[in-house]
């Protein structure tokens, strides 16, 4: 399976991207291609609303998007990887999501795989709630197919990270996709 994953940290070596290492070890050891995008360190700009595209593209931005846009119409999976920002993803990771305006008839169209990964440094039981619920809704609008998440509760430095379970979660999730 080809597997496309959207890191959304602007920190390469914070906790959410911890997880997704361990993911793509794990999904590499399974015999899984993996393709990594890094959405915090690429020329992505705002979608702007213009429908110039017709919801199936081309963009009228001239930016990374078109390059990833094959990346991830070739890819049989999604994983979005973001540190939790005031109880949502990362801007960086919303901003390359809100592109999907451009092609969302074609992702549909897949019947995509996606998982998320996420890391937070609260550990409080609600402190995924929005998130959760937007991820949910990635999944139905886009007619994905849910093949679980990690939600990394109180890893909000990679050495708690380390020591939680989060890892081997993440780890586990990738290695265990069929």
């Not at 020329?43 to 609303?49: A, E, K």
């Not at 990346?71 to 999501?97: C, H, N, R, W």
């Amino acid at each position: 399976m080809k597997i496309v994953v959207l890191e959304g940290s602007p920190n390469k070596n914070g906790s959410s991207n911890m997880l997704a290492n361990e993911f793509i070890r794990g999904a590499q050891e399974a015999g899984h291609t993996v393709q990594v995008i890094d959405a915090a360190h690429s020329d992505i700009h705002p979608c702007t609303g213009c429908i110039h595209c017709g919801y199936e593209g081309p963009c009228v931005q001239k930016d990374d998007v078109e390059k990833f846009r094959s990346e991830i119409l070739d890819a049989d999976m999604m994983v979005f990887v973001t540190p939790l920002y005031y109880y949502g993803m990362s801007a960086q990771l919303k901003t390359l999501i809100d592109r999907f305006c451009a092609f969302n008839s074609s992702i549909q169209r897949k019947h995509m795989k996606s998982a998320m990964l996420a890391a937070a440094w609260n550990s409080d039981n609600w402190t995924f709630e929005a998130l959760e619920a937007h991820y949910q809704t990635l999944v139905r609008y886009l007619d994905l197919r849910d093949m679980g998440a990690v939600w990394g509760r109180g890893c909000g430095s990679p050495s708690m990270t380390k020591r939680s379970q989060y890892p081997q979660q993440a780890y586990a999730l990738g290695r265990d996709l069929k």
